[in-house]
């Protein structure tokens, strides 16, 4: 399973323009592998919103607002 600190330490990377130099000073072969890389994550990243949204929003998911949420006070 992936790690959270993976994704937080690559998004730091993106972030910070690591990636951006890396990408800049590197062969050909490795600017394809990187560029890769992000293509896979962000085809990840399409997959789990549609999987986490279709169990998070399913009958069987989780309770829906209105059956979870407490009653709203009624101010007097």
Same mark, same amino acid.
């Given at each position: 399973? &992936? $790690?959270?600190? /993976?994704?937080?330490?690559?998004?730091?990377? #993106? %972030?910070?323009?690591?990636?951006?130099?890396?990408?800049?000073? !590197?062969? %050909?072969? *490795?600017? &394809?592998?990187? &560029?890769?890389?992000?293509?896979? *994550? #962000?085809?990840? !990243? /399409? !997959?789990? /919103? $549609? @999987? @986490?949204? %279709? @169990? *998070?929003?399913?009958? /069987?998911?989780? !309770?829906?607002?209105?059956?979870?949420? &407490?009653?709203? $006070? $009624?101010?007097?």
């Amino acid at each position: 399973m &992936l $790690k959270l600190k /993976d994704l937080q330490e690559f998004r730091q990377f #993106l %972030e910070s323009g690591g990636w951006a130099d890396a990408f800049a000073y !590197a062969q %050909e072969d *490795l600017r &394809l592998e990187m &560029l890769g890389l992000v293509e896979e *994550l #962000l085809d990840t !990243a /399409d !997959a789990a /919103d $549609k @999987v @986490v949204g %279709e @169990v *998070l929003f399913s009958k /069987d998911g989780i !309770a829906a607002a209105a059956d979870s949420a &407490l009653p709203l $006070k $009624k101010e007097e």
